[in-house]
């Protein structure tokens, strides 16, 4: 039986990834251990959350937490992010000293504090400072470089057929495209046809992101753009084993069935003692109340649940109500 694309690996410059769905980056929820949850559930690829390129705060307490690749599956990618074309490319070769083999860099941040700063989205209005900034990126580093991005800054000046052709000329490995613009932050539909467009004009790999949330809408998109990969985001909230499904569906064209309880409750007490381990006792305690919130969306009294397990201080007092709701839980 031919295997499916998505399924195949997928060469970025000199690195390999082992299949073409792909977990996204996301500030505050793409951490180590969450990362590599998602690839134990299939996913062929996780970029680290984002990092400034501000060199007083490399060592900063945050950014020594998403530069921790330990244990990570290779190929490493870390994604920066910035505006002085010589403080990115500082930051690249900060990351490739600190084992990442792929560096990305984004230009698709929505955020207010980092669009006021010139950067993520905001870069899309300064086709020139785009084009110095990637220029100066590669040539620091000998590791591929890759970039995420939208349709543009606003609606109506769509400018990513531009951006994508000075993005290959100045040697990036990979593009991944957002289908919305930083003016629609995550509000109404993700849009693919500018995506499948960019998609017919280059030659390097140019993979889909945005409302990607079912093995169907994965190969419907697939399909659609003709993109050499896709990429999960919000969809992998409370639910990493969305890759697993949308492999099993591209194999088969069957849909699993959602984790039972006692296999959610495996996975969720998993997460949280990944999360104490690697955050240590205060952070890790208040990094899993989103996660444990995401997972028991969907199951009976949980809104209850959760407002007393908001409560609970102490990684252990947290662990004990977590298991014992799930021990005893069921879906709405």
Request: charged fraction near 25%; aromatic fraction near 8%.
């Amino acid at each position: 039986m031919t295997t499916h694309p998505l399924l195949q690996p997928l060469k970025i410059g000199n690195e390999t990834v082992t299949n073409r769905i792909w977990l996204a980056p996301m500030a505050g929820v793409t951490d180590n251990p969450f990362r590599r949850l998602a690839k134990s559930f299939g996913a062929g690829h996780a970029v680290s959350e984002m990092m400034t390129s501000d060199a007083t705060l490399f060592a900063n307490h945050k950014t020594l937490y998403r530069a921790n690749f330990d244990g990570e599956i290779a190929p490493i990618s870390a994604q920066i992010v910035g505006s002085e074309p010589t403080r990115l490319a500082e930051s690249a070769r900060f990351q490739v000293a600190n084992g990442a083999k792929i560096i990305d860099i984004n230009m698709g941040c929505p955020a207010k504090k980092v669009c006021n700063k010139l950067a993520g989205s905001a870069l899309l209005k300064d086709l020139d400072l785009v084009k110095k900034l990637l220029e100066a990126t590669v040539k620091a580093v000998d590791v591929p470089v890759t970039l995420k991005t939208r349709l543009g800054f606003e609606n109506g000046k769509e400018n990513i057929l531009t951006v994508a052709k000075i993005a290959e000329d100045m040697g990036i490995q990979a593009l991944t495209i957002h289908g919305r613009t930083r003016e629609d932050k995550y509000f109404g539909q993700a849009r693919y046809e500018l995506i499948t467009k960019v998609k017919q004009n280059l030659t390097i790999p140019v993979i889909a992101n945005g409302d990607i949330d079912s093995p169907q809408k994965a190969k419907a998109v697939f399909d659609m753009t003709g993109a050499d990969a896709i990429m999960i985001g919000r969809s992998a909230q409370g639910k990493p084993w969305i890759f697993e499904e949308i492999s099993h569906f591209l194999q088969t064209g069957e849909i699993l069935p959602n984790p039972t309880i006692d296999e959610l409750k495996e996975i969720v007490l998993t997460h949280l003692q990944e999360l104490y381990a690697f955050y240590g006792e205060y952070s890790g305690c208040r990094i899993a109340r989103k996660h444990i919130a995401w997972y028991t969306s969907g199951i009976q009294f949980s809104n209850e649940f959760r407002q007393a397990m908001y409560q609970e201080d102490t990684t252990a007092g947290q662990f004990a109500v977590v298991e014992r709701f799930l021990s005893q839980a069921d879906y709405d």
